[in-house]
Each structure stands twice: as structure tokens, then as C-alpha cells.
């Protein structure tokens, strides 16, 4: 049995070049919905563990105040 790379050269072959053109178009479109959906993935982990790291340090008591800092930025 040919593996799925083979298959789609054969397919592939047979079209002509304007059709190789759409199916290129599709695999890129393919690989961008991929890289999105990757992105957005991260992202959820990111905040969720950015949340989680931070979570319970509105109760803590502050160790600094802005008189404790030498210089000023406005």
C-alpha cells in the first residue's frame, strides 16, 4: 500500500496546472488554519498559567510603596 505522500503525487499528476494551482492554495490555507489554531492553543495555556501563577497575590500584603523607590516615572 502507498503511503499518503505517494497517493496524492499520483492524484497530483494527473491535473493539470491550474488545478495543481488550487490544490497548492488548499494545503497553504491548510497550514495557516493550523498555525491559528496553534496560536490561540498557546495562548489559552499562557493565560491560564500566567493566572495561575498569580492567583491568591491580591490577598498578599504589599512590600513596597512608591516612597520606596528612589526615582520617579509620570
Known sequence: MALITDKIQIY??????????????FV???LEKVLHQT???DK???S???NQAMSGMEEEEELYTLDDLKVRFS
Open 12 to 25: 497530483l499528476d494527473q491535473l493539470s496546472e491550474p488545478l495543481q494551482a488550487e490544490v497548492l492554495h
Open 28 to 30: 497553504e490555507y491548510l
Open 39 to 41: 496560536i490561540a492553543e
Open 44 to 46: 489559552a495555556w499562557y
Open 48 to 50: 491560564f498559567s500566567f
